[in-house]
């Protein structure tokens, strides 16, 4: 059946760099799932934007399609559900060796999954399970939760970093 959609965004979304994302999947029945991100990854030294990761979690790739997966373990079928996708960044640029790239990776990595726990912890269903045993810079990472508080009034209620 055809249908027309609009998809409308801020240019800044298409900076390279490290980001922090939040999918927030709504289902017909509007049960509401989230799936937590990041940008710069370990197979090479780039950060890409999170316009263009948006698409890959959503395509057929099988390694680089983890939102995709993640939906069909809830059984949530992808085209019938809504999508919104909050992004903040870029919050390192883009490295120039790969062991700066690392370094800020690992940054990142850390705040990603103090997000992740920060949204479990306010009784969001996190889809996806974030491992890192790197060091969380607290600071830092305060400042990245209220900017995403302000868009998951959930997360708001929880205090926990």
């Not at 029945?29 to 890409?48: E, F, P």
């Not at 979690?57 to 983890?66: E, I, V």
């Not at 306010?122 to 996806?128: E, K, S």
């Amino acid at each position: 059946m055809s249908a027309t959609h609009q998809l409308q965004f801020n240019g800044g979304l298409l900076q390279r760099g490290f980001w922090l994302y939040v999918w927030e999947v709504t289902q017909p029945d509007r049960t509401v799932l989230y799936y937590v991100g990041r940008t710069g990854d370990s197979s090479s030294i780039n950060a890409q934007s999170p316009f263009t990761r948006m698409g890959q979690h959503l395509g057929f790739a099988a390694n680089s399609n983890m939102l995709r997966t993640h939906l069909a373990k809830w059984n949530a079928d992808p085209e019938a559900c809504s999508f919104r996708l909050i992004a903040r960044g870029p919050i390192l640029e883009e490295a120039r060796s790969r062991e700066q790239h690392h370094e800020r990776r690992d940054i990142v990595a850390a705040m990603e999954r103090a997000l992740a726990c920060a949204l479990a912890d306010a009784g969001c269903v996190v889809m996806n399970e974030v491992s890192c045993r790197k060091p969380l810079d607290e600071s830092a990472f305060a400042k990245i939760r209220l900017a995403f508080a302000a868009e998951i009034p959930a997360l708001g209620a929880s205090g926990r970093v």
